[in-house]
């Protein structure tokens, strides 16, 4: 599986962005879908994951209700809806692809990452 996160970009404190990750491959639906970030110093960190069939999400608690993901196995993509922006959320997001919904960074497929940066 390969996968390319794209949909970064720089927004003001307070707005929205929507990152997409698209998925190479027919076996798409069979992957827990998971996404990270990782700021300038600091080790990678969990944002989210979701499930094969979607029905299931787990969030950081620093972007619980803030931060949705949602999957579209039609199209073999996963999205991170990111509302309510803090300069704290500035990082490179990274897409990840497992067998398994984790939080740990156990997935074995990655995006290359883009990256988000907001001004406050």
């Known amino acids: 599986v390969q996968l390319q996160a794209y949909g970064g970009g720089l927004v003001q404190a307070g707005g929205s962005l929507r990152l997409s990750c698209a998925a190479s491959g027919r076996t798409f639906s069979s992957y827990a879908m998971g996404w990270f970030r990782q700021a300038p110093g600091k080790e990678r960190e969990f944002v989210g994951y979701i499930s094969q069939s979607g029905g299931r999400t787990r969030y950081a608690d620093s972007v619980k209700g803030r931060f949705t993901i949602s999957r579209d196995n039609a199209k073999n993509t996963v999205y991170l809806q990111m509302n309510s922006l803090k300069p704290e959320d500035t990082a490179v997001y990274y897409c990840?692809?497992?067998?398994?919904?984790?939080?740990?960074?156990?997935?074995?497929?990655w995006g290359q990452g883009t990256q988000v940066t907001v001004s406050s």
């Open positions: 990840a692809a497992g067998p398994f919904m984790t939080t740990n960074r156990n997935y074995d497929y």
